[in-house]
Each structure stands twice: as structure tokens, then as C-alpha cells.
């Protein structure tokens, strides 16, 4: 075997003197980075492996292990940095595609952190939310566009319009799909305990819903992928909705594909697939090539539900995202869920991670727009992902137009996710994209829920301060309320397309 | 009684409950010098077992009917008749390991000096458990049994 | 500074503080605009010299049929293009300039003429199966939006719009309201806090036979105003008096929703007390909040609105704006300050302090009396009349002593 050319990304330091030899770090490095040496009765560690999950400096209890980023000095050179040198090297030894996972970490701008929020002064009052209501609560699904009422001889008033059925969210704020068998059971059990707990949704992904779950279906909005994985009636009823899942943001246009080393007895029963099969998603799902035939899998799912539950649509963030939003409305989804550029995953290949795809803030933007223009706004919700990493997003985001966000990867932060991005390697020191019995047992869900919960509530607690600063105390007066937007640093093409103005017009 | 629960199902082989059983058992309490300076003299009264991925740690289960103390010949070691606490006296025993031989669980081991038992004694002293106060998963956690 | 009065839309929301009054015989009986003007006087500190108006509704009885246009021009070529749509559009039945009486405190006042129409036949055929009403709408829209200098303030039928840059009394005095008789009078004294002023600015705000005056800020703007353009309102002035018109036109005149619901949809109770109430009016409260969600008006307001059958005074729903409410026989007030009441009505029955998100309702008694058959058949078209607080019960039900019924 010739010499690898890839350099170590990262180098562990050993503070000797705090080093108690009590290798904690070698049982907790699935990477084997760290051995002990009976014979020197020493630590000692293999750096080359190392990918930067911080799981040994976490658990070290004196404080004795320190990741660092290792420099790979190569001469320097803006076109061709380490990162580009490096890929290189590890192309050339396998002829393999470059694979990545979590959300695209190039992108220099997030457009966010150049929009900024309004407050009060003076002319309208603020609103503190720990003395006065300040309402959050928000409604998924189709509406009509007006209300019909009917009166009785006494000029009684009485309904005439039946509601679509309708998602209740005690918070605009949902967990994205991510699949059992993507994470771990336990992760997924986190997940789903906090969304039943806070008055919220979690989203079972593509990968079905193990039994043990259904009592979350009330909390529980569970995909349709390409694969069709665990669909069956009982799927679809126990859930609250259905969600049509077209594309993802880190990855449109590809499929996904679960290798079947993790395929273990209980992820086969919940995908339907045999033990050790890979369970592959294919790019398009082969029965949806146009948007006529959507319409068909979204009234299929409304008959095979008796039109008690929304169903959902999810696309990825392209060039033409507003046309194909509008497309997708009027195809009769109640629910159109958009995923902007920087949306995770738990495998992706880099190029496509990395360059395909465009920013939610412009595809939110663009799909709010659209709508309210077509006089279709009401038929659908608009639930936008992708990357949010606050509330102050979040909020932004219900500024802009969207009625509720996902959020994959800050959720999987609060679990103890450290971002280093080898998810698909399924060696996650942390329990949460992995199905090796020794590291999901890391993952305790007592523990997960209670961090997702109090998550939701430090989040939802930021977005009722940011709203009574504006003098706000309903989240719909929010949503697409843009006059509280001022755009920092932006072109007018940018600000034209998210409809905002300058700071200081 | 208080007992000390492990949920082997959370439990991570990280043994953090071992080094800091050890720690709340020294002179010293203080991590690294216990480990430095006193490693040689204490032992932790805790253990991990483990088999694959399968792991769950082990300390003194406080039986209802204690063999040790049935086979203590000194009397060192004591079964609380209020609180169902089995105590060890080290001031009496004089390191003949009966109760080392008898325990069921293995959780009597011997002093490092190799004069006295060792076990868990629930860390009356400072109150939580340093074992369940430093399980970093919540495997090891500490409930009222009132049977 | 004659720049300053041109027709000029702000470029950003319009924000300001003010004065409301409003009175309202509900037999109908005409009152001269004289004792509207002493009200509003009375809170002169309320504003601040760059805009007052009044509505008048029962002003043109001879001319009831016909929708009278109250149109201001910057200049007399502004006049003649607007004109010339005008005609195209409509048939007119007469057409004058506003009778004005000169005055040193109201300053550089633009063209001021008024038209009696009705939308011609041909033209009507464009509108397939709108009524003349949206076929108004369109002609207001298209003038104020495309041409230059023409500005319709007023558009109803048997009602009309006074208003302009100056102090509410003196701009009364520059109309000669003490001459016109009308059964209901709004009345508003602004204190703009960002724009200069200019005629077409100052309150009420009018479409149709609907009149609106408002004190507030309206800090849901940004979603009004998109909803609205959902249903083919342009928000041309930035103001937020302009939203709230447009979505009486469109809760009320379009979706005919009852004045109460309309309030409800605009004002709705908090979650928690929707969902004490009881179970037919939660559904009902419910729905109409979950469809509704872009008309909800946040932040500070009180705002009167006036139309041919009634007056409708309301608050936003934590009440962060003043209105008081009174009645004596059949007269029903509604003003910010107390003060404005009794100024004009010495001893009333009952003075109230209106709750927030409950609207004080006053009603024609006897339409058919008053404004005609036609137009009490157009009202009952769109509005339904519902039981007194028939929409709070339970925990608004302390507030339910609120309805003037």
C-alpha cells in the first residue's frame, strides 16, 4: 500500500499533568483514536482518525484532552486551500464521490444575520411577555378565504365553512424529518417525547414509524419518500399528517440510500425491508413525474386518511422554487414545506451538498410572494427549513412569510450533536446518526427530551420578546409582516427579491 | 432505604462513576491528585461490567438479608434495621474477606493497603452519590424504595 | 411650502397619534355639523395642526342614488385629465365645487369639487358579476394610484368626506359643515408624527360608504397590507387607517360577515378566553381567527367607522388606545376623551369606557326611514345583525355591558 497522502484534520493534545489515566477517551472514541498502552500503562492516541467530535475533551473529567484543528500547512493558496488539496488526495486513493453530512458549511453568507428586526419606541408600546399575552399558537393547513355564516330564524349565527383540518402548533417551530435508521431510536424518541411535550411535531423522516413510536402519532407528521418505506394504512392514520417528501435541501435532486449494516431487526420492521437490505430512495419518486401525478399521490393520501389529516409537501429550495410552490398549492397540498440551501443531512454527496440549491431567505421570499399574488396564499401553509440556527432566524423567517420553520440541526445540537459532519460514517460518538448498540445507549431519551423541550422554550421565549418589542402580542400579526424587516449590506436586487427595505428608509 | 438504580440501557462504559467513586473516597478530593497520590491505597467501589455493548456498573445492592454481614465474623459490617443501609465498620475489620467471598454481586473488593473491605457506603456523608452525581447519561440514579 | 400640499403617498407607514369623535342620531334625525366641531375642539391638544376631517352621512338626500365623488386636484390640468375619466366611466348627474369658506388658519387648500355619478351601463359590462360598488372601488383605485395629481377622498352615496391640513375645528369652519345636516358625524384631529402634510392624509379615510378615523398604530401593517393585496386592495396611502377601511370592505361588504364578527376576526379574544367560550361561538371565534389571521389589527388603536347604517367604535384588544362610549335617548357617542362627550351632551344616560376588542355598535333604527330601500336592502346584504353580545359571553361577558344595544 502506497503512502496516504491525507493529512490528520485534527490534533488531540494530552495535558500530561492532568492526565489520569483513566481512559475514559479510549472507551468513548468509536474512531479509536485513543489506546491504552498497558505496557508504557500510558494513553496514547492515532490523530489521523480523529474527526473533531470533542466526545474525549467532553467526557474527560480533569480536563486533560484539547481537539484542535490540525493546520495541513500547505503553501498558501486562495484557490487551492487545504480543504481542496485534501479532497484531492482522498479522490485519488479511492475514485470515490467526496461524501459530507449536516448542512452545507461554505456558504459564507447567511442572509439572515443582514436582515435585522424592529422595535417600539415611543408611538406604540411595547409588550413585556412575562406580564401580558403574547400568543404563539399557529395553524398548519389549507384555509378558505373567507368565513360563511348561517343565521337561524332568531339571527343566530352558525358555521357554514368547514375547516380543513388543521395542525396545532403551541410554538411555530418544528423538528424536521429525520428518519429512524438516519439517527438512532433514541434520538428519534427524544424528538418525538419533546414535540408531544412542548405541543408541537416532530417528523418520523422516510424511514417509517416503529410501533413503539404510534403512541407519538398525535405529535407525529410522517413522510411518503420515493422509497415508500414502512408506509402502510396504519402509518398513515396514526400520524396527525402526511408528508409528501419531494426533495431535501442538502441534497435536491438526489435520492437517499441507508446501508445495510444499519438495517438491524428493528429498523427492518419499521422500514419493511429485510434485516442487511440497503434501503435505497430513489432520486424521483417513479410514480411522480409531473405535477399532475403529485396531485394524484396528494388526493390518494387525503382518500386513504378521509381527509382528516393535512398533507404536507416537501421540496428543496431551487432556481424555480416559487413556480413549483405555487404548482404544488394548487395541486391541492394543505402544507408546502420548502428546505433552502443549507438544510442537513445524514449523507450527502459534497459537490451537491455544497452547490445546489438556493438560500431559504430568497426561496421563502420568492414562494410568499408568488402565492400571495395568485390569491393562493390561504390554501396553504408555508413551512420553511434549512439552517435555522436561533430564534432570531426563526423570527425573521415568520417575517418574511412563513407560517412555521423545521429545525433538524439545531435540534440535533441540543442533543449533543458537535457538527463534525461524519454522520454517515454511523460511528457518531454522540448516539444520535449511528445504530451500533454501544454508542446509541449515549443517547438517554430522558435526557434528549428534556433538552429539545427546554430548546423550544428558551427559543419560544426569545421570539415573544422580539414580538413585544414590535408591539406584537399574536404571531399572525408576524407572519409576513416585512415592515419589521430592514435589510443591512444587501444589493436592491436582494432586497427587491426579499421584499424588505433598506435600515434607515 | 435510598437505592442506587442502574438503567443498563444507558449505561456507556464510560466508568466516570469508577473514577469519581474513587475521588469522593480520597483524603484529598481532588481528581488528579487522588489519582496521583492515593491510587495505590483506594480502590473505587463501584465496577463496570460489560459484555459487547452491553454494560451496567455494580456497587453494593444493600440486600435485605446480607450474606456479608451473615458471614462478617467482627461485626464490621451491619444492616442498618431502620434505614436497610449495610455498613461497613473499617475500624473493626481485620481483613479476612469472608464477605469479599460471599457477596453475590462482587461488590466488596479489597482496600488497595490490603487491610480492610471496601464497599459502597451510598456517600452518606456528603448526601448524592458521587457515582449518580457524575453519571454523565443519567444511567446510575438514586431512588427511595419504601418497601 | 405650496409643495408640501401636493398629492404625495409617503414612502413608508404613516404613524400618528390623534383625537376621535363621532355622534349619531339612530332615528336618523339630521344635526348641523356645528356641535361635531366643538367636540373635536375640545380635544385640540390631541393634535397638532397638520390634519383634522369629519364624515357626514344624510349630507346629499336629494342626490341619495348617486355616488358622490369628493375629488382633490393639485392643479387645474389635474382636474380636466381625471375628469375625462371620469366621464368615460360615468354617467354624472351634477357636479360643483365644494363650498368653502376662506380662512387664514387653513392654508394653500388644493381644487375641491364634487360629482354625483353612477357607473354606465357599458362600463358595468366589463365588471361581469361584481356589483357597482367594486366597479367604484376600481374607478377610486385607478385614479388615486395612476393619475397625477387627482385624489378622490370621498366615494359614498348620500354620505361625503371633509378634510384637510389644519386643526380639526378650522377645517370644519373652511367646509361650512355648520351648513349640511347629517345624521351620523365622525370626526378626527391628527398629530402625524413622520409625514409632512398633504390634504389626501389627513383622516377619515373613506371608500364607498365607508368612513374610517383612527388614533393608533397599527404594528400588524406589514401583513394587512399584503392580505389586502391577496383581494385586489392596493395600499397606496401607507396609512393604517387605510387597512382598517379596506378590510371592513372586505370582511363586511364582500365576505358579509356580521359587524360583530368582522370586529371578532379583526380584535379576537385571547386563546385562553376563546376557549372558555361557549362551544358554539368558540367554533365560531375559532374559525374565524384561524381564517382570518392577516386582518388581525395588533398593536395600539381606537378607531371609529362610520357607514350609511350605523357607527361601529372599537379598540384593539388589550385596549391600548382611549374610547369612551354615551347615550342619551337616541343619541349614541363615541369619542377619546369624556370631555368631547359632554361638551356636546350635558347630562348623558350612561358613559362607558369601551373593552378592549368589543365593539360599541350603533345602529339605524329604522333604515327604510332614513336612507331608502335600496340602500337599507344593500346594508341587510351585508350585514347581519346579530343578539346583543351575542359574541361575548362568559369571560368577556363583564365587557358584554359594553353594547349600546
Known sequence: ?????????????????????????????????????????????????????????????????????????????????????????????????????????????????????????????????????????????????????SFDDQGGPSLATKLAPQLVLSTPIMFSAMSYGAISYNAFESLARAAGQYGTFANSGEGGLHKDFWPHGPNMIVQVASGRFGVDIDYLKVAAAVEIKIGQGAKPGIGGHLPGEKVDERISQTRMIPVGSDAISPAPHHDIYSIEDLRQLIYSLKEATRYQKPISVKIAAVHNVAAIASGIVRAGADIVAIDGYKGG???????????????????????????????????????????????????????????????????????????????????????????????????????????????LRGWSHEIKEMMGGMGINAIESLRGNREHLRGVGLSDRELSILGIKAAGE | ???????????????????????????????????????????????????????????????????????????????????????????????????????????IRRDKSGHVAAKCDLCLETGTPACVANCPNEALVIEEDND | MRLLHRKQFPTSKDISGCAISGMMSEIGAPMSGEAIIRSIANMHDRSNGLGGGFAAYGI???????????????????????????????????????????????????????????????????????????????????????????????????????????????????????????????????????????????????????????????????????????????????TDTEVIAYLFDLLVRKHRLPFEAACLAMAPPFWPQLERLPETRRELARTLRIVYGGALLNGPFSVLVGHSGGMVGFNDRTKLRPMVGARKGDMVYMASEEGAIREVCNDPEVVWHAAGGVPIMAHLKEPEKVIGAEATARLKAHSCKLPAGAWQESPRAGRAAASVQ
Not at chain 3, 360643483?96 to 387664514?104: D, G, L, M, N, V
Request: glycine share 6%; aromatic share 8%.
Open chain 3, 60 to 238: 346629499y338626500p336629494e342626490m341619495r342614488d348617486r355616488y358622490a365623488l369628493h375629488v382633490m386636484y393639485d392643479a387645474i390640468d389635474d382636474k380636466q385629465e381625471t375628469e375625462r375619466l371620469i366621464s368615460r366611466w360615468c354617467t354624472v348627474y351634477g357636479d360643483e365645487t365644494i363650498p368653502t369658506r376662506p380662512s387664514a388658519l387653513v392654508r394653500h387648500p388644493p381644487i375641491l369639487h364634487r360629482y354625483f355619478v353612477n357607473i354606465k351601463p357599458e362600463v358595468m359590462e366589463r365588471f361581469c358579476d361584481e356589483t357597482e360598488d367594486d366597479a367604484i372601488v376600481d374607478l377610486v383605485m385607478t385614479i388615486n394610484n395612476e393619475s397625477k395629481g387627482g385624489f378622490v377622498f370621498s366615494s359614498g352615496k348620500n354620505m361625503g368626506v371633509f378634510k384637510g391640513v389644519g386643526f380639526p375645528e378650522d377645517i370644519g369652519e373652511f367646509y361650512r359643515l355648520d351648513e349640511y345636516q347629517a345624521y351620523i358625524w365622525t370626526s378626527h384631529g391628527r398629530f402625524p408624527t413622520n409625514t409632512t402634510g398633504w390634504w389626501g392624509g389627513a383622516h377619515p379615510f373613506s371608500l364607498l360608504d365607508w368612513s374610517v378615523v383612527h388614533n393608533g398604530e397599527i404594528s400588524s401593517y406589514g401583513i394587512n397590507k399584503r392580505y389586502l393585496d391577496n383581494f385586489g386592495y392596493k395600499c397606496a396611502l401607507h
Open chain 2, 1 to 107: 432505604m435510598k437505592r442506587i438504580v442502574a438503567k443498563e440501557e444507558y449505561c456507556m462504559n464510560c466508568r466516570l462513576c469508577e473514577v469519581h467513586c474513587l475521588v469522593s473516597h480520597s483524603r484529598s478530593k481532588d481528581l488528579i491528585k487522588a489519582f496521583r497520590q492515593e491510587r495505590g491505597e483506594i480502590v473505587p467501589r463501584i465496577t463496570v461490567e460489560r459484555l459487547g455493548a452491553v454494560s451496567f456498573a455494580v456497587q453494593c445492592r444493600h440486600c435485605d438479608e446480607p450474606a456479608c454481614v451473615e458471614a462478617c465474623m467482627t461485626g464490621a459490617l451491619s444492616r442498618d434495621p431502620v434505614t436497610g443501609e449495610v455498613t461497613h465498620d473499617p475500624q473493626r475489620c481485620v481483613g479476612c474477606w469472608m464477605c469479599v467471598m460471599v457477596c453475590p454481586t462482587g461488590a
Open chain 1, 1 to 149: 500500500m502506497s503512502k496516504r497522502l491525507v493529512q490528520a484534520e485534527f490534533n488531540v493534545e494530552r495535558d500530561p499533568e492532568r492526565c489520569i489515566q483513566c481512559q475514559v477517551c479510549v472507551r468513548q472514541c468509536s474512531n479509536q483514536v485513543h489506546a491504552y498502552d498497558e505496557e508504557a500503562e500510558q494513553v496514547t492516541c492515532d490523530e489521523a482518525s480523529c474527526v473533531g467530535c470533542q466526545r474525549c475533551a467532553t467526557l474527560c473529567p480533569t480536563g486533560a484532552i484539547t481537539i484542535k484543528k490540525a493546520p495541513p500547512d500547505f503553501a498558501p493558496d486562495n484557490n487551492w486551500t487545504s480543504d481542496v488539496i485534501q479532497n484531492i488526495y482522498r479522490q485519488a486513493e479511492t475514485g470515490g464521490v467526496l461524501l459530507s453530512a449536516m448542512g452545507n458549511d461554505t456558504a459564507k453568507t447567511s442572509w439572515w444575520d443582514n436582515i435585522l428586526l424592529n422595535a417600539s419606541q415611543v408611538t406604540n408600546p411595547s409588550i413585556d411577555p412575562l406580564r401580558e399575552p403574547m400568543e404563539l399558537t399557529t395553524f398548519l393547513g389549507a384555509k378558505p378565504n373567507a368565513v360563511e355564516l
Open chain 1, 345 to 455: 443531512t445524514g449523507a450527502a454527496p459534497t459537490m451537491i451538498r455544497n452547490n445546489v440549491g438556493i438560500p431559504i431567505e430568497f426561496a421563502l421570499a420568492a414562494v410568499d410572494d408568488r402565492l400571495r399574488q395568485e390569491g393562493i396564499r390561504n390554501q396553504a401553509s408555508v413551512v420553511a427549513c434549512g439552517g435555522f440556527r436561533s430564534s432570531a432566524d426563526v423570527v425573521k423567517a415568520i417575517a418574511l412569510g412563513a407560517d412555521a420553520v423545521y429545525i433538524g440541526t439545531a435540534a440535533l445540537v441540543a442533543l449533543g450533536c458537535h457538527l463534525c459532519q461524519k454522520c454517515y460514517t454511523g460511528k457518531c460518538n454522540w448516539g444520535i446518526a449511528t445504530q451500533d448498540p454501544y454508542l446509541t445507549r449515549r443517547l438517554n431519551p430522558d435526557i434528549g427530551a428534556r433538552r429539545l423541550v427546554n430548546l
